[in-house]
C-alpha cells in the first residue's frame, strides 16, 4: 500500500514557467514532509521541509503549500529553470512510523529553455 | 567538511560474487539508512539502524545484510550477487528530527 501518492510522473515547462506537484498522504500520524532533488547519477538532496503547523513556507524558488485537512502539500518552483530539471520526491515520516521516510513515487521535470 | 561517502561508485560483477558496498559519514549521525532505488524510480528502503549493534530491515525485502559495528560505517553486503540485484544503492543518515542526507549512490550491474 502506497502511503504516499505523487502525481504527475513528468512534467514539462518552459524557462520561467511554474511546475508544481503535488502529493497526498494517508497516515494521519505523519508530521514532516520534505521534497528532495534528485539529478541523474546523484544521490537525493533534501530541498525544503514542512511541518503541518504551517500552511506554507518558501526557499527561495521554492514554496510547499501544505493542506492539512485535505492530506495534502505541493511544491511549486517559481520562475523555472533549466537547471531545475530534475527529479522530485515527496516523503512524509512521524515519530509513530518510527520516524522513517515514506517516498512518493517521483516526479521528472524538465524546463525547456 | 561533514558529508557522506559511498564506495565504489559504479560496480560490475558476475553472477554469485559476494560484495560489500561501502558507507561512512563524518557527521556523527546515529541513523543510517541503505536504500534501493532503480534508474528515476521511487526509492526503497531496505535496512536501517538507529545506533551501533542495531539493524533492522525496511519495507523492500533484500536478500543483502548489513552491520553497524561503528557509529559512522554502515556497509551492506551480498553473499551471492544475481542479475536481479542489479540497482542503484543509496546510503543515507539522520540525526534529530527527520532530515536525511543522502550518499552519491553505488550503481551496482551484475551480470
Known amino acids: 500500500q502506497q502511503q504516499v501518492k505523487q502525481s504527475p510522473q513528468s512534467l514539462i515547462v518552459q524557462k520561467g514557467g511554474i511546475p508544481i506537484i503535488n502529493c497526498a498522504y494517508e497516515?494521519?500520524?505523519?508530521?514532516?514532509f520534505p521534497w528532495y532533488q534528485q539529478f541523474p547519477g546523484k544521490g537525493p538532496a533534501l530541498l525544503i521541509a514542512?511541518?503541518?503547523?504551517?500552511s506554507e513556507k518558501k526557499e527561495g524558488r521554492f514554496t510547499i503549500s501544505f493542506n492539512k485537512s485535505a492530506k495534502q502539500f505541493s511544491l511549486h518552483i517559481m520562475d523555472s529553470q533549466p537547471g531545475d530539471s530534475a527529479t522530485y520526491f515527496c516523503a512524509a515520516s512521524g515519530e509513530a512510523a518510527g520516524n522513517k521516510l515514506t517516498f512518493g513515487g517521483g516526479t521528472r521535470v524538465l524546463v525547456k529553455p | 567538511e561533514a558529508d557522506i561517502y559511498q564506495t565504489p561508485r559504479y560496480l560490475v560483477i558476475g553472477t554469485g560474487k559476494k560484495i560489500t558496498l561501502e558507507c561512512s559519514q563524518t557527521?556523527?549521525?546515529?541513523?543510517m539508512y541503505w536504500y534501493q532505488q532503480d534508474p528515476g524510480m521511487e526509492l526503497h528502503l531496505i535496512h536501517y539502524s538507529y545506533g551501533v549493534n542495531s539493524t533492522e530491515k525496511g519495507d523492500l525485502s533484500s536478500e543483502s545484510t548489513v552491520s553497524r559495528i561503528r557509529t559512522e560505517h554502515f556497509p551492506l553486503t551480498l553473499e551471492s550477487a544475481r542479475p536481479s540485484h542489479t540497482s542503484q544503492y543509496l546510503c543515507?543518515?539522520?540525526?534529530?528530527?527527520?532530515?536525511?542526507?543522502f550518499g552519491p549512490g553505488t550503481r551496482l550491474t551484475v551480470l
Open positions: 543515507a543518515s539522520s540525526e534529530l528530527g527527520h532530515s536525511q542526507f
Open positions: 514542512i511541518r503541518p503547523d504551517v
Open positions: 557527521m556523527g549521525h546515529d541513523k
Open positions: 497516515n494521519t500520524a505523519f508530521d514532516y
